[in-house]
């Protein structure tokens, strides 16, 4: 593998990547708006942690990005001053936190996912790109289960419990198709060894998700036509204000560390 | 010993969490959680109390499982103990070869 070039392979690996760090930069900082306002002080923690986690993968993977990139940016330049268009992260992962139900079932859905995908680029023959994976599969794995316990619980829970998660549930499955959305970037990245096509994951992500959602009492939504883009630069109206605010420091004070 | 008062409705129960920082040790209480049930409450403890590589096994029990000796009752519980020194096993004379005890 080239680690310094421009040419397209390395084009090709950074978009791959940046898909991945992107939705998970883009996800943890949508669970950290939590802190502070969790239901409980024990699950505020909980959700701190998870958004810190996620932000740590992001940034394992913006490094390799940076290093394969060969522009010399580095990660914070990646995160904090790229524009929205930019951002490749799933449009799943930047819509509003809106209540505790959708926070978790959006954990689960997406970390379930995350889950199979970090294993399979276990076996990447990129070898930093295994080893961030083999990393991350572990947090990942105590994400899931801790998403679906509460996904259990509040399903199969009270009257109201389970009307928030069904529509939820209802409301976040159309953003499900983007994951498995067959791309020509994911079958470069599959043919060459570097990655896995995200649509080969589909039926090892349902065979997790779908006898969850059925133990918790809620209804899966038929699949429709709708398909979201984020992955592809286009995003929800929702992008644009959460980068406001992630990004206000370091263009308002651009360099600035602590 | 009282029974202790049931949970307040509305109110998820009090779980105390007990952690063993290493293989051998023994698990030391420290501290408590609210958790609707138990495997929550092994997860809220899991991040309330081992966030910073503090332990590698968790128990939590449920904190009206637990009895308690009444403090109203420590003069006749304890404190007959104090003088009867010669329950230490300190009166004896070891050799000073012999070391940790």
Known sequence: MKSTTSDGAAIAQ??????????????GQRVSEWCGHGPILEEDIALANTALDMIGQARL??????????????????????????????TMVELPNYDFARTVLRNFLFCSFLLRL??????????????????SLKETRYHVRHAADWTLRLGDGTDESRLRMQTALDDLWPYTAELFAPSTEDDAAADSGFGV???????????????VLADA????????AFLSRGKNGIHSEHLGRLLAEMQFLQRAYPGNTW | M???????PGQWPLWEIFIRSRN????????????????????MARDVYT?????????????????????????????????KIYRHPTFYKLPDEVDYI
């Not at chain 2, 408590?32 to 138990?38: E, G, I, M």
């Open chain 1, 197 to 211: 096509a995200w649509s080969s994951l589909q039926a090892l992500w349902e065979a997790g998700v779908l006898p």
């Open chain 1, 14 to 27: 950074v978009d791959y990547l940046l898909r991945i760090a992107d939705s998970t930069l883009i996800l």
């Open chain 2, 24 to 43: 051998g040790l023994d698990h030391k209480h420290c501290g408590s959680v609210h958790a609707p049930d138990a495997t929550m409450a092994l997860q």
């Open chain 1, 217 to 224: 009492t809620l209804r899966s939504p038929v699949p429709g």
């Open chain 1, 118 to 135: 970090w294993q399979a680029l276990s076996a990447s023959r990129d070898a930093e790109l295994a080893a961030i994976a083999a990393k």
């Open chain 2, 51 to 83: 966030r910073r590589m503090e332990g590698v096994s968790i128990w939590a029990v449920r904190a009206d499982h637990i009895h308690a000796s009444d403090p109203d009752a420590k003069a006749e519980m304890f404190d007959p103990a104090d003088d």
């Open chain 1, 61 to 90: 993977l913006l490094g390799h990005v940076c290093k394969l990139d060969g522009r010399g940016r580095d990660e914070d330049q990646f995160a904090f001053l790229r524009a929205e268009g930019e951002f490749r992260n799933v």
């Open chain 2, 2 to 8: 009282t029974e202790q008062a049931p949970p307040t």
